[in-house]
């Protein structure tokens, strides 16, 4: 049985992010989340991130695990 949620986080880049780099991050984003089927969205002015994933909880909250690990921001 699914159990949707919806995970809403906001986070600190450690470095400055330019479109390019926005545009490959949110890329990857896309082609992993679809094929996990995660939907959400992604913002980011000013070296903040905010994020909302929405899916089944088995399939967001590792996601959301492997999230805070990454060294790209912190939160």
């Known amino acids: 049985m699914m159990s949707l949620i919806s995970l809403i ?3 600190f880049a450690t470095q400055t992010w330019s479109d390019t780099d926005l545009k490959m991050l949110l890329q990857s984003c896309r082609t992993n989340n679809t094929a996990k089927k995660i939907t959400g ?3 980011y002015r000013d070296k903040f991130f905010m ?3 929405e899916g089944d909880a ?3 909250e590792p996601l959301f ?3 805070k690990r990454d060294q790209r921001h912190m939160g």
């Open 9 to 11: 986080y906001l986070s």
């Open 41 to 43: 969205m992604l913002l």
């Open 51 to 53: 994020q909302v994933l």
């Open 58 to 60: 088995a399939d967001v």
């Open 65 to 67: 695990e492997q999230i």
